[in-house]
């Protein structure tokens, strides 16, 4: 287990204007998860792939009941019964160790419950979907960190304990006082915060954060945000960031995934995808959005309503809904396929085969040449 | 479709509006303290708030969470009486009480589908009440049912009839509330956050349809939401409410592209926007207030980037900016006229509001203003 640094940990190396090459520290491989058994089971995940890179945040975004906290939970085995993960692997990379040449790396799949408990928290942290219900409502936001300290940080006194949970709140901006509060006398936002504040406790290379500002307000939303790309910045852990509000990931996000009925439809760095999307559910999810400035123009959403996962439409499940399907699309499943040099990827036959792909699904990649969001906060 | 081009480049005119609320205040006692003597104390959750629907307009009523936007549109409903301020119908006073003939013009539809459709009946049964009720379905109930269904576009309506509301995405079930809700032929509709619970790529459907109501049928529609891409894509006028009061008034897109009030830049600062070139910066910060001792003077002084010291003593004036807009703040001021009330009169104030006699029982809790809502939506 890495020793506790100091606060200010070494200056992160801006590596997100070039994420594509850095290396990466969670790889999900064709992770599969049912609820229930036999043939009343449901295909929550299907074949999913994801790759998230050391100080990425990579935007996972989809309807409700895509799957996102189903993968998510998954890849750290936190996943409810009766979900069960029906085959892939997950590989964790740690920092590698000085000195040490042996692979590090842990399929969390096969891991057995002490690394487990060595890595969760540690290592990869999670910021729940219901973040309200998530800290302990009977001892205090102070006594919460305690026992988590005293666990992981097992040399620190008990005064040093309380100090750097001090330090932890002053930074997701809440004052040290509030280690003296009951969840239930913080505020939304404040209990957000601290959840926050309890997953960067121990300084993991990976946060997962779910939905973590959704039940805000937008101005909430926004400070809390804010904080995490600062801390991002200054401390380097990689971020997976699942929400449904894609216009909020497109600001945040270095990369972003999309998800549908329980798929990856398409992968793209975020401006690629904002500006030129290749796969039509995102084109209509984009499309979902009213904009906040120019003509108001009507627009449409898109017709029909998300499937049901216990009666999936054959082939492209979105394929009902698609104003471009073809009659391969009803027979066959797309997988997500590398489009081009990019790097991007997409799951449509509109792609392949020499179909005709739309106009509206051609559109200029704006590539490396615009700066993604993360080299526009760099350079504030 | 209706959000024609035309639609969305004409300003609101001036037309007398259907139903207006004036001045009205809403306050709720509430528990308050801690240990085991906790006192109540009375939470004003709607003060002094003034709103005008026109037939033939969406009026969106933006603001955080706790800003009383559900408050206004239940008095505008007439489900809760106002403590203080009137709701005018045609320019005429609306007695208290909810006299059928009110609900009959005035309909509201709410958050979650299923609190206004009953879920052992089946959506025939589910529209035809309101028609029985109101004496309005005329020879053919069936074809009166099915009428409704193309009006919210559930096409071809045969296959709706016999479901139940469980069997209807979010979506349909929302469709059907709101052909519930013009069963009666209103004039006016108030939607309270009639999409934040359905998937993002069907909300769009939902708010076209609101669209498409106030240009076929003219309805007069308030539209209650805190997303607010979504109010200057629906909605002819946005209203801002922050703490409880009213702060800016303005034509949708002159609201979005030219706020004038400080929370109302805020708001904007904050909400998402991939199309922004720079990463936003907060045009200020803080939490909202407490609304049982809300801040003295302008509500928003604590937070406000721009405070002076008359906006920590004296409430600002409601100031015409410019066509149809108008911002509470004292920056739109003459400075020689930023005049602070004499302490005299701040104190005055202040223990005037905290007098005021509550003109109804309170409400007792939130179960029982469900149950309520949902009967009395039915009358
Ligand atoms: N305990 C369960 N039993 C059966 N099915 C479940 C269970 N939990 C989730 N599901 C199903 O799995 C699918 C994926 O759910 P999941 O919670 O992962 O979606 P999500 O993308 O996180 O949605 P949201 O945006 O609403 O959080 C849903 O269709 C849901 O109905
Ligand atoms: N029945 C009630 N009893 C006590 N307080 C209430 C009651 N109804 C509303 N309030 C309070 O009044 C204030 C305004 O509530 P309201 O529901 O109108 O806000 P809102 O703008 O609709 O918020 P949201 O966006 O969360 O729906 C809040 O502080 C709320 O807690
Ligand atoms: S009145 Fe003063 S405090 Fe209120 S918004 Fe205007 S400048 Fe800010
Ligand atoms: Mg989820
Ligand atoms: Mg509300």
Redesign the pocket.
Same mark, same amino acid.
């Given at each position: 287990m890495s020793e506790m640094s100091p606060p200010a940990l070494a200056p992160r190396t801006p590596t997100h204007s070039s994420t594509r090459e850095a290396e990466p520290v969670l790889e999900i491989r064709g992770l599969n998860v049912d609820?229930?058994f036999g043939t009343e089971a449901?295909h929550?995940v299907v074949d999913c792939d994801l790759v998230l890179r050391r100080g990425q945040v990579l935007g996972l975004a989809? *309807?409700?009941?895509?799957?996102?906290?189903?993968l998510s939970m998954a890849a750290i085995r936190l996943l409810?019964s009766?979900?069960v993960i029906t085959g892939g692997e997950v590989l964790f990379h740690p920092r590698p160790v000085e000195g040490d040449s042996s692979d590090p790396t842990i399929d969390l799949l096969r891991a057995d419950e002490a690394e487990l408990r060595r890595v969760r928290w540690s290592e990869i942290s999670v910021v729940f979907?219901s973040a309200l219900n998530a800290l302990n409502p009977v001892i205090t936001i102070g006594a919460q960190f305690d026992d988590l300290l005293k666990v992981h940080r097992p040399h620190l006194s008990s005064s040093e304990r309380w100090d750097r949970g001090v330090e932890l709140l002053e930074m997701v901006g809440m004052t040290g006082d509030r280690l003296r509060s009951y969840s239930h006398e913080l505020s939304g936002g404040m209990r957000q915060r601290a959840m926050i504040a309890m997953a960067l406790a121990l300084e993991p290379q990976v946060m997962i954060l779910d *939905?973590p500002t959704t039940a805000l307000d937008v101005v909430t939303q926004r400070e809390i945000l804010e904080e995490l790309m600062g801390l991002r910045d200054r401390l380097g852990f990689a971020a997976l960031f699942i929400t449904?509000d894609l216009s909020l990931l497109v600001e945040l996000a270095d990369e972003i995934v999309v998800m549908y009925a329980g798929r990856l439809m398409e992968r793209a760095p975020a401006a690629s995808l904002f500006r030129a999307p290749r796969v039509p559910y995102t084109y209509g999810l984009l499309h979902c959005f009213p904009p906040m400035h120019g003509e108001r123009k009507p627009m449409e959403g898109i017709p029909g309503s998300p499937p049901d996962?216990r009666a999936l439409p054959s082939g492209c499940s979105f394929h009902p809904r698609c104003p471009w399907a073809m009659e391969r699309c009803r027979k066959e499943t797309p997988v997500l396929t590398r489009l081009d040099a990019s790097g991007r990827e997409a799951a449509c036959w509109l792609h392949s085969g020499g179909a005709t792909v739309p106009a509206e699904l051609a559109m200029v990649d704006p590539g490396d040449r615009g700066p993604s969001a993360a080299t526009r906060r760099v350079a504030r | 479709m209706s959000l024609t081009a035309q639609q969305a480049a004409v300003p609101p005119v001036s037309v007398a509006p259907v139903l207006e609320g004036r001045g009205l205040t809403k306050y709720f006692s509430v528990k308050h303290g801690r240990g085991i003597f906790p006192g109540t104390a009375r939470l004003f959750a709607v003060d002094d708030v003034t709103i005008a629907l026109a037939a033939g307009t969406v009026t969106a009523l933006v603001g955080e969470s706790g800003s009383g936007k559900t408050t206004v549109a239940r008095m505008l409903a007439k489900i809760i009486n106002p403590d203080g301020g009137a709701v005018l119908l045609d320019g005429k006073p609306v007695p208290h009480g909810r006299p059928r003939s009110y609900a009959r013009q005035v309909q509201m539809v709410f958050q979650d589908p299923f609190a206004s459709l009953n879920p052992i009946h089946r959506i025939s049964y589910n529209l035809v009440r309101p028609l029985t009720i109101h004496h309005l379905g005329g020879d053919d109930l069936n074809e009166a049912v099915e009428e409704l269904l193309r009006r919210v576009a559930l096409e071809p309506p045969q296959q709706y009839t016999r479901k139940f509301p469980h069997e209807l995405s979010g979506g349909q079930r929302q469709r059907v509330a709101i052909a519930r809700a013009l069963s009666v032929r209103p004039r006016v509709l108030l939607a309270d956050e009639p999409v934040s619970m359905l998937d993002v790529s069907i909300r769009l459907g939902i708010l076209n349809l609101l669209a498409d109501l106030r240009d076929r049928d003219h309805l007069a529609i308030l539209y209650v939401t805190h997303d607010i891409a979504s109010a200057r894509y629906l909605a002819d006028t946005i209203v801002v409410m922050y703490a409880g009061q009213v702060v800016e008034t303005a034509p949708s897109e002159r609201l979005t592209d030219h706020p004038a009030h400080p929370y109302t830049q805020l708001l904007l600062s904050a909400a998402p926007d991939p199309d922004r070139a720079e990463p936003p910066s907060l045009a200020g910060s803080g939490a909202p207030p407490s609304l049982i001792t809300p801040p003295s003077g302008c509500r928003f002084h604590p937070r406000c980037p721009h405070a002076m010291a008359i906006c920590s003593t004296t409430a600002p004036p409601s100031v015409t900016v410019g066509p149809g807009h108008a911002s509470n703040c004292w920056l739109h001021v003459d400075e020689s006229r930023r005049v602070p009330d004499h302490p005299d009169v701040v104190a005055a104030k202040a223990s005037s509001t905290s007098l005021r006699p509550p003109a109804a029982p309170p409400p007792i809790g939130t179960t029982q203003m469900r149950r309520t809502e949902e009967d009395r939506s039915m009358e």
């Open positions: 609820y229930g449901v929550a989809g *309807e409700s009941g895509s799957g996102k906290s189903t409810r009766p979900g979907q *939905e449904h996962l | -």
